[in-house]
């Protein structure tokens, strides 16, 4: 089955850039959407199909995916971003989704 | 808005079988797929199955698809996942959520605020 590989943690200062990867062979051939998980809440969908933001998600918020890896990258980072970022995609090969182990991002 | 709105926390001893319920509100639901995911504590998602909200058609997770069952009940809007044969690696917070976009590559929003099950002797 296909394998999603993510950092297991990324710190950044505040007002800096995070940029969290998501590493899959062949990934740019595949729709990647990203979640952010607070501590104690559920997952909020923050990026779908590669690059697009849901309503009332901030712009500072952006991804990319070519080659083998995805990116999420949060721009001028605040504390409320403090959270767990997951990837996932479809894996045609057994028509199942698939997470990636997630990334915690701490502010510092 | 559109919400899911899950049952309460459950505990359970091993052997034993858990049904956890997912209502839904605010769309149509037998427009969208709802997906099963849990999470261990402190562990990433998994993704455990997906049933469609039209027809009932179901696709299972294999670590799961001998013990789990998901099902719904359009007259409520409400999609349920059964799972037996619980063991203690079965403790998770379980979630539902809609599936968006194309079955085979949509994304999950929104999510269910979570049902933690705990399996205890």
């Known amino acids: 089955s296909f394998v999603l590989t993510q950092p297991p943690s990324v710190s950044v200062a505040p007002g800096k850039t995070a940029s969290i990867t998501c590493g899959g062979t062949n990934i740019g051939s595949k729709s990647v959407h990203w979640y952010q998980q607070r501590p104690g809440q559920a997952p909020v969908l923050v990026i779908y199909?590669?690059?697009d933001r849901p309503s009332g998600i901030p712009e500072r918020f952006s991804g990319s995916n070519s080659g083998n890896t995805a990116t999420l990258t949060i721009s001028r980072v605040e504390a409320g971003d403090e959270a767990d970022y997951s990837c996932?995609?479809?894996?045609?090969?057994?028509?199942?989704?698939?997470f990636g182990g997630g990334t915690k991002l701490t502010v510092l | 808005q559109v919400q899911l709105v899950q049952s309460g926390a459950e505990v359970k001893k091993p052997g034993a079988s858990v049904k956890v319920s997912c209502k839904a509100s605010?769309?149509?639901?037998?427009?969208?797929?709802v997906s099963w995911v849990r999470q261990a504590p402190g562990q990433g998602l998994e993704w455990m199955g997906w049933i469609s909200g039209k027809n009932g058609n179901t696709n299972y997770a294999e670590r799961v698809q001998d013990r789990v069952t998901m099902t719904t009940d359009t007259s409520t809007s409400t999609a349920y996942m059964e799972l037996r044969s619980l063991r203690s690696d079965d403790t998770a917070t379980y979630y539902c959520?809609?599936?968006?976009?194309?079955?085979?590559?949509?994304?999950?929003?929104?999510w269910g605020q979570g049902t933690l099950v705990t399996v205890s002797s």
């Open positions: 996932q995609v479809w894996d045609s090969s057994t028509d199942h989704w698939v």
């Open positions: 199909y590669d690059s």
């Open positions: 959520a809609r599936v968006n976009g194309d079955y085979g590559g949509g994304w999950f929003d929104p």
């Open positions: 605010g769309y149509t639901f037998n427009v969208y797929g």
